[in-house]
């Protein structure tokens, strides 16, 4: 079974300032996807960014970059020019494209602080 | 983007009885939902995996009987808690697939669950 880990149960930032938020998983699958989610207090799960396995690049999204190393397993979000919207839950998140459905198994969570 | 609703998104209940949460996906069809459950500060857990027209997969631990689960549309999938308890107090939350966007789940915006 895979599982995700991330290390950081809380992190914070000043504003304007770039944080860099650690996730590592476990797996034994060549081929799959990994995401960042956030949760800010209204609790709605937000996509923040995807990538996925076979390709090498490092997926982009704005301010939020992700640095991929499929061989350590390593999968951690950088956000640049923090904002204080950018406050939240956040989870990293891995699904398998070998098994059938597509489940997320998701990490501990790490809490973003952004200090004004 | 694909939006998932829930409904209610809080209840309150006296112990013993039941409650039922519904997850509609509004602009989409989905053949399969997911129900997940979250405790303060805590991750999402997968609870089960809702199939339009069949059984629901639950997760390990989860039980069956006390949480049922009907996906008998393809745009709903409900839960319900049957002779809720306190401690099935807790947060629930869908989320959905779009069949052309299989690598990506949308998640509704959650129902806060209370039992008196």
């Known amino acids: 079974a895979q599982t995700v880990t991330q290390s950081q149960p809380e992190m914070s930032v000043q504003e304007a300032e770039t944080v860099t938020l650690s996730c590592t998983y476990d797996t034994s699958e060549s081929d799959y996807y990994l995401f960042w989610y956030k949760q800010p207090p209204s609790r709605q799960m937000i996509l923040v960014i995807r990538q996925e396995a076979y390709k090498q690049q490092n997926a982009t999204e704005n301010r939020f970059s992700v640095n991929f190393q499929k061989a350590a397993k390593s999968f951690s979000l950088k956000i640049s020019d923090s904002q204080l919207g950018d406050a939240a839950m956040y989870f990293c998140?891995?699904?398998?494209?070998?098994?059938?459905?597509?489940?997320?198994?998701f990490g501990e969570g790490t809490q973003l602080t952004v200090n004004p | 983007g694909a939006v998932v609703s829930q409904h209610p998104s809080w209840v309150i209940c006296k112990s013993g009885t039941s409650v039922k949460i519904e997850c509609r996906s509004l602009?989409?069809?989905?053949?399969?939902m997911f129900w997940y459950r979250q405790f303060p500060k805590q991750s999402l857990m997968l609870m089960a995996t809702?199939?339009?027209?069949?059984?629901?997969?639950?997760e390990q631990g989860v039980e069956k009987d006390k949480f049922l689960i009907n996906h008998a549309s393809l745009t709903l999938s409900t839960l319900t808690v049957t002779s809720a308890h306190p401690e099935d107090s807790s947060f629930y939350i869908c989320s959905a697939s779009p069949p052309l966007a299989v690598n990506e789940q949308f998640f509704g915006p959650g129902t806060r669950l209370t039992v008196l």
């Open positions: 809702s199939n339009e027209g069949s059984k629901a997969t639950y």
């Open positions: 602009d989409f069809q989905a053949t399969t």
């Open positions: 998140a891995y699904r398998s494209t070998e098994t059938s459905g597509s489940r997320l198994t």
